[in-house]
């Protein structure tokens, strides 16, 4: 039997519907019910009749899931899937630097562990971050875990960003010169930036956008030629959907070797196995979903 058809009947054996975000690996994308970023992906699970949920991400997304649909049952493939960037900001140096700015509200990236969601006033995504920030009564900000995306938030707001010293390892490495070239070999292509790329990175943008917000770009616009500055698993969903289209990265591709790790007989397993299962309290539970609704609501 065929993977995909194995995977095709567990699915059904286990009342399951297969997430994958869009640095998935091409043939996970292939195999999911819905691509796409995490919170768009979580919203769309709730709102199946599904009993499961399978994610194919890093585990912050899936306990995302867990939060937004706490009583159904929620697997991540690998548990060693982890994203460095939402590790790099924990409860107790939050409950500090709280502390420390006893006057500002407090905005967490939807890129940050359930622990650090349950912490926050409110969530953001890279798409909503500026909105998020503005529909605040307090003037100083403390913006986890992303430092670009708290830098590009700044520029846009006259509020107080207080920044965490996070980032991305892969758009982090993205560097201004390979842009500037990719832009000499082909200048008529549109230059798609993620908010989570350094400024000077950013500044060469046509558009700066969350990786769906990419995606709904390039369905809608009449340019055949993209150069795509985000992790390089985005450019199979996008000439997926796009053909006679082409994307090409914005330079050396960059890859999450953490999104990486998943692999079909991964997905097999988990589904046989129903490993690895996402566990959060209740009180978590409540705490980062008001944060998430909080979002919503003003969204």
């Known amino acids: 039997m065929e993977t995909s058809e194995k995977i095709a009947r567990l699915k059904e054996q286990r009342d399951a519907v297969i997430l994958a975000h869009n640095y998935q690996r091409p043939e996970i994308q292939d195999v999911a019910d819905f691509v796409g970023d995490s919170l768009e992906l979580s919203i769309k699970a709730s709102r199946t009749e599904a009993k499961t949920i399978l994610f194919c991400a890093v585990t912050f997304m899936a306990e995302t899931a867990k939060i937004l649909s706490p009583r159904k049952k929620v697997l991540v493939p690998r548990r060693d899937s982890r994203c460095p960037m939402a590790d790099m ?31 926050s006033d409110i969530c953001c995504t890279s798409a909503n971050a500026v909105n998020v920030v503005e529909s605040l009564d307090e003037d100083e900000v403390i913006f986890v875990p992303d430092m670009n995306l708290a830098h590009y938030v700044s520029t846009q707001t006259r509020k107080k960003i207080i920044p965490w010293k996070g980032f991305c390892l892969v758009h982090a490495t993205m560097l201004a010169s390979e842009v500037e070239a990719a832009r000499e070999r082909i200048p008529e292509a549109v230059v798609l930036v ?106």
């Open 194 to 299: 993620h908010p989570e790329c350094p400024p000077d990175v950013v500044v060469l943008a046509d558009e700066v956008l969350s990786t769906s917000g990419m995606v709904r770009y390039a369905n809608r616009s009449d340019a055949r030629e993209f150069l795509v500055a985000t992790e390089e698993g985005i450019l199979h969903r996008m000439g997926k959907e796009n053909p006679g289209k082409t994307f090409m990265p914005a330079g050396t591709p960059r890859v999450c070797s953490n999104m990486k790790k998943i692999t079909l007989d991964d997905v097999v397993r988990s589904l046989e196995t129903e490993t690895y299962e996402v566990s959060l309290d209740e009180s978590t539970i409540a705490r980062a979903s008001s944060a998430l609704k909080r979002m919503v609501e003003i969204s």
């Open 89 to 119: 900001v924990t409860v107790d140096d939050l409950i500090r630097a709280k502390a420390e700015h006893p006057s500002a509200a407090v905005v967490s990236y939807v890129n940050t562990n359930a622990d650090v969601k349950a912490e």
